[in-house]
């Protein structure tokens, strides 16, 4: 079982930037491949960056040269830096953690962003 808590969201001002954070509990994180979605008012969940067990990342055209991913397996972690944040980045982020052998997905609880104009 996979419990994942994302933190890191927060109130910032357009061209600013934050650090999500995304903390699996449990053995098999290094496994999972892991992606960030962005849930805007009134619409349904986005892609935003993915990165496999592996390393290898994949981004939104939306935020290409303005958000990466990362992860460490050691800490069970992986992040999501922000910069150069634009009004439509608003809403709620979600890490998602995929097994590849079950394909079973497993959320967090989200974590909301603000950016204001």
């Known amino acids: 079982q996979v419990q994942l808590v994302e933190s890191g969201g927060g109130l910032v001002q357009a061209g600013g930037s934050l650090r999500l954070s995304c903390v699996a509990s449990?053995?098999?994180?290094?496994?999972?491949?892991m992606t960030w979605y962005h849930q805007a008012p009134g619409n349904q969940r986005e892609l935003v960056a993915a990165?496999?067990?592996?390393?290898?990342?994949n981004y939104a055209d939306s935020v290409k040269d303005r958000f990466t991913i990362s992860r460490d397996n050691a800490k069970n972690t992986v992040w999501l830096q922000m910069n150069s944040l634009k009004p439509e980045d608003t809403g709620v982020y979600y890490c998602?953690?995929?097994?590849?052998?079950?394909?079973?997905?497993?959320w967090g609880q989200g974590t909301q962003v603000t950016v204001s104009s």
């Open positions: 998602n953690g995929k097994s590849p052998w079950s394909g079973r997905d497993y």
């Open positions: 449990g053995t098999i994180f290094s496994f999972l491949s």
């Open positions: 990165i496999t067990s592996g390393g290898s990342t």
